[in-house]
């Protein structure tokens, strides 16, 4: 059985390999909401508010605010997805995006994958403004593109005979993002509720848009 240069027998450490093996866009993703938080951190309390306000998607300022600046209504729907309601939120959120994008960026590629993970984020925002079209709290971080990305595992786990076993999964994440936005509260959201309308909208569209980002896949199960 041939080998790749990776996978020979009796080789050492290579320099070539890496010591975290996920795709380059996942970790430039990772690396970037890690630095952004780091920014914030470091411009301290008062910069940090106006810069959720100003680059944080808040549903009001699209539908009841003339005044509001145009360059954050026109950025503010890619920019809220690289903000993070604080370190847990955004490790849990870094996670999820390690363990379920690795796959999907494989499959699609660095470009496609970027693209796909960023109209989730967007259709996922405008989804909540739409439900909230008067709320002036901004919504913030990259769960609405990690809906859409675990929404996609799940449709090519159909494709690869294995969609029952991740049904309960999905019902289950799907329950808890319900049960947290109508009770408030969830794990890294310091005690806030979550924009659970943006998460679904996130997910149902992921699920099916990775048809049209994965053209190899409108072919059906094989």
Partial sequence: MPFDDGDRP?????????????????LWLIGINVAVQLLRQLLGEQADQEIILRFGLVPAAYTSDPNHDLLSLIVA???????????????????????????????????RFVLFYLVCGVVSGFVHILVYPGSPDPVVGASGSISGVFGAVLMLMRYVGSLTSLLPVAAIWIGLNVFFG??????GAGGE??????????FVFGLLAIRFFAPRLTNGPT
Wanted: aromatic share 8%.
């Fill in 182 to 187: 109508l009770f408030g509260g969830a794990p």
């Fill in 77 to 111: 729907p890619i920019t809220y997805q690289f903000l993070h309601g604080g370190w847990m939120h955004l490790g849990i959120n870094m996670l999820t995006l390690a363990a379920f994008g690795a796959p999907v960026e494989r499959l699609l590629g660095v470009k």
């Fill in 10 to 26: 009796g080789r050492g450490r290579g320099t070539s390999e890496r010591a975290i093996n996920l795709p380059p866009a996942v």
């Fill in 193 to 202: 509720s979550i924009a659970w309308v943006a998460h679904i909208a996130g």
